[in-house]
């Protein structure tokens, strides 16, 4: 298997600007999370999906983020207008609860430049 | 909702000494308990995990212990490498739940 696929691995764009990072699970995985990841605040938890469905969306900033998961094998964050504020490392994961709690397997990360 | 607690927060060993990193959680309902490692420039992998079933799990040099009364649980690695140096993180869950991460240790393996 592929792994978790993001794209793109690197953007740089000017303040109020559209961003949208998308995210590709490993098939047959039914739980996506995106994190944000800063040297000053970690790992946080933006938002996270299960059968496609936002189950929590408390840790999103503000309404200028937002995510999709139209189907299984495709899900999208969109940051509109983007800040200075939102540079960071944005991760995407994917698990398969299937009877317990499983492994999360991490994407290799979207790098954000908001100049 | 849960909290975990990491310490320390960067660790220094000589090649060949042991690493211990703590973690404690506060949600009695965790029973899934992984921890990853993170190279530069890469996501987060999964090195070892342990279930609340078990009070103990090891794989080569890796061990992590846990203690569910307590609520705490650490990751040791022995005879520490170079190739050993990355962040770890410990994290806590419980199935459908979302994982709730340490804040993380910056580990170096001086050679």
């Known amino acids: 298997d592929a792994g978790v696929i993001q794209s793109p691995r690197h953007e740089v764009t000017e303040m109020g600007q559209e961003v949208t990072l998308r995210c590709k699970p490993i098939?047959?995985?039914?739980?996506l999370f995106w994190y944000r990841q800063t040297m000053m605040r970690g790992l946080e938890l933006l938002i996270y999906f299960n059968n496609n469905v936002p189950i929590d969306d408390s840790g999103m900033p503000e309404d200028r983020f937002s995510a999709k998961m139209p189907n299984a094998s495709f899900s999208t964050l969109k940051i509109q207008p983007s800040e200075p504020r939102d540079s960071a490392v944005y991760f995407c994961?994917?698990?398969?609860?299937?009877?317990?709690?499983?492994?999360?397997?991490f994407g290799e990360g979207s790098r954000l430049t908001v100049l | 909702g849960e909290n975990v607690e990491q310490h320390p927060s960067t660790l220094s060993v000589q090649e060949g000494d042991s690493a211990v990193i703590k973690c404690t959680y506060s949600d009695s309902a965790s029973n899934y308990f992984p921890w990853y490692k993170q190279e530069l420039g890469k996501g987060p992998q999964l090195i070892i995990d342990i279930r609340s079933n078990v009070g103990e799990k090891k794989d080569q040099r890796i061990a992590v212990t846990l203690n569910k009364t307590a609520k705490h649980f650490s990751l040791h690695i022995t005879e520490t490498q170079p190739e050993d140096s990355a962040v770890y993180f410990c994290?806590?869950?419980?199935?459908?739940?979302?994982?709730?991460f340490g804040t993380g240790t910056s580990l170096t393996v001086i050679p």
């Open positions: 098939s047959g995985h039914n739980s």
């Open positions: 994290a806590a869950t419980y199935t459908g739940n979302q994982f709730y």
């Open positions: 994961a994917s698990s398969l609860v299937q009877g317990g709690a499983g492994e999360l397997f």
